[in-house]
């Protein structure tokens, strides 16, 4: 190193200092070796090979399994208040560039891809909605914050608010407590719903109670595509949600759009959403569990629908569960293959990272044999751009994207 360090110090065995070389930002708890000074929960450690080579300097999160985030492989740094603001800055100017006219209504941190290990931050046209989910970061989030608002508001940009998702129970493995509410030092409305505009469509984001931290926004550009054919279709959102993949395809000429979620609040929700776009004249909406539905469906007789969209939540979180997962998803894809006629669509995909592309396609093989179809593919997509994807971090990697035609 160049510089004389007062952070701890971290030594890693050989599987990790190869994982650090590769650009992975984690260090995992059995692969540190040693520690060298007084280390807390959040602080900054200096992680060296065994051989005492410099790796990179991260977060130490004592109660976690992820020991180390890599935060920069730079023995100068100094992770002055500068060092955030240039990560801020380069994360947001990433965001001007790839999203163009809809910087608006997008992600504008996505963790691990962007330096910022732990940090979700979406912004919903006037409100950014944050969720933290490391130690460390959350020590510094004031600072995060603050020059967040600060670099958008110097570029022209309507920030109101800054309101936290804290409640998810993976904040518990940092040793973190789980909470909601907005982020007072930066003023704030009292209202916590505001509305966007994607792809044309208008809808009220209730950032408190929706999931996540408000609404989806990595499927943005894959509901265009089902929209591009949509058009005269009888169409089958499945897992609808607040109604996105159902209103896009309504816009986009649908001749009837079902969507269907077993959730009423959430239909609730997308019922009005239709209505505040004036398509709610060409839209059903049915209270269902999926795996009910689609086999009653079938039961039933004849082919009521020629496009089936399959935009369900991630049946698994870990690899232990994958396998019941791929159980999970053949058996809706099976379905849908069996209800569509000769000549319909089928747009399907898996937001999991956990159930890889591979097993993902097989998985449709699997689900088209036992069918007795073949699909022809049409289309394939990932996660939209504000989310984008380290290829040396593969857990940037989670989102499945397909439209097949039914041959």
């Given at each position: 190193?160049?510089?004389?360090?007062?952070?701890?110090?971290?030594?890693?065995?050989?599987?990790?200092?190869?994982?650090?070389?590769?650009?992975?930002?984690?260090?995992?708890?059995?692969?540190?070796?040693?520690?060298?000074?007084?280390?807390?929960?959040?602080?900054?450690?200096?992680?060296?090979?065994?051989?005492?080579?410099?790796?990179?300097?991260?977060?130490?999160?004592?109660?976690?399994?992820?020991?180390?985030?890599?935060?920069?492989?730079?023995?100068?740094?100094?992770?002055?208040?500068?060092?955030?603001?240039?990560?801020?800055?380069?994360?947001?100017?990433?965001?001007?560039?790839?999203?163009?006219?809809?910087?608006?209504?997008?992600?504008?941190?996505?963790?691990?891809?962007?330096?910022?290990?732990?940090?979700?931050?979406?912004?919903?046209?006037?409100?950014?909605?944050?969720?933290?989910?490391?130690?460390?970061?959350?020590?510094?989030?004031?600072?995060?914050?603050?020059?967040?608002?600060?670099?958008?508001?110097?570029?022209?940009?309507?920030?109101?608010?800054?309101?936290?998702?804290?409640?998810?129970?993976?904040?518990?493995?940092?040793?973190?407590?789980?909470?909601?509410?907005?982020?007072?030092?930066?003023?704030?409305?009292?209202e916590t719903f505001t509305e966007i505009t994607e792809n044309g469509i208008k809808y009220i984001v209730d950032f408190e109670n929706g999931q996540k931290t408000g609404f989806f926004l990595d499927q943005k550009y894959?509901?265009?595509?089902?929209?591009?054919?949509?058009?005269?279709?009888?169409?089958?959102?499945?897992?609808?949600?607040?109604?996105?993949?159902?209103?896009?395809?309504?816009?986009?000429?649908?001749?009837?759009?079902?969507?269907?979620?077993?959730?009423?609040?959430?239909?609730?929700?997308?019922?009005?959403?239709?209505?505040?776009?004036?398509?709610?004249?060409?839209?059903?909406?049915?209270?269902?569990?999926?795996?009910?539905?689609?086999?009653?469906?079938?039961?039933?007789?004849?082919?009521?629908?020629?496009?089936?969209?399959?935009?369900?939540?991630?049946?698994?979180k870990s690899r232990k569960t994958v396998k019941g997962a791929e159980r999970g998803y053949k058996e809706i894809n099976y379905r849908a293959m069996k209800l569509l006629p000769r000549g319909g669509y089928l747009a399907?995909?898996?937001?999991?990272?956990?159930?890889?592309?591979?097993?993902?396609?097989?998985?449709?093989?699997?689900?088209?044999?036992?069918?007795?179809?073949?699909?022809?593919?049409?289309?394939?997509?990932?996660?939209?751009?504000?989310?984008?994807?380290?290829?040396?971090?593969?857990?940037?990697?989670?989102?499945?994207?397909?439209?097949?035609?039914?041959?």
């Amino acid at each position: 190193m160049k510089s004389k360090r007062s952070f701890p110090i971290a030594t890693v065995t050989k599987k990790a200092e190869a994982a650090i070389k590769k650009g992975h930002p984690w260090v995992y708890d059995a692969e540190i070796l040693q520690f060298f000074g007084e280390a807390e929960n959040g602080c900054l450690v200096d992680v060296l090979s065994q051989k005492g080579s410099y790796l990179g300097t991260g977060f130490l999160s004592l109660k976690s399994k992820i020991r180390v985030r890599i935060l920069s492989s730079n023995a100068n740094e100094s992770f002055s208040d500068a060092f955030w603001e240039r990560r801020l800055r380069y994360a947001v100017e990433y965001r001007k560039t790839v999203m163009g006219d809809d910087f608006s209504c997008c992600r504008l941190i996505f963790g691990e891809a962007d330096g910022l290990p732990g940090l979700t931050v979406d912004r919903f046209s006037n409100i950014l909605v944050a969720q933290v989910l490391s130690f460390g970061m959350d020590k510094i989030k004031d600072t995060i914050y603050t020059l967040l608002v600060k670099i958008l508001r110097e570029s022209g940009e309507k920030i109101d608010g800054v309101y936290e998702r804290n409640d998810v129970a993976i904040r518990s493995l940092e040793g973190l407590s789980e909470y909601k509410g907005w982020y007072e030092p930066i003023p704030h409305p009292e209202e916590t719903f505001t509305e966007i505009t994607e792809n044309g469509i208008k809808y009220i984001v209730d950032f408190e109670n929706g999931q996540k931290t408000g609404f989806f926004l990595d499927q943005k550009y894959n509901r265009l595509a089902v929209a591009g054919i949509a058009k005269g279709k009888r169409v089958l959102d499945c897992f609808t949600h607040t109604g996105s993949f159902a209103l896009n395809a309504a816009k986009g000429g649908a001749e009837r759009v079902t969507a269907v979620d077993i959730s009423e609040t959430a239909l609730e929700t997308a019922r009005s959403n239709a209505e505040k776009n004036g398509l709610d004249g060409k839209m059903d909406f049915v209270a269902a569990d999926v795996f009910d539905l689609l086999p009653e469906l079938e039961a039933k007789g004849g082919k009521p629908y020629d496009f089936i969209i399959l935009d369900p939540p991630a049946f698994t979180k870990s690899r232990k569960t994958v396998k019941g997962a791929e159980r999970g998803y053949k058996e809706i894809n099976y379905r849908a293959m069996k209800l569509l006629p000769r000549g319909g669509y089928l747009a399907t995909c898996s937001c999991s990272h956990f159930m890889s592309n591979e097993l993902f396609v097989k998985m449709l093989h699997s689900a088209a044999a036992d069918a007795g179809v073949q699909l022809r593919q049409t289309e394939v997509r990932q996660q939209c751009r504000d989310h984008p994807i380290l290829w040396n971090v593969p857990e940037t990697d989670y989102l499945k994207f397909y439209i097949f035609q039914v041959v």
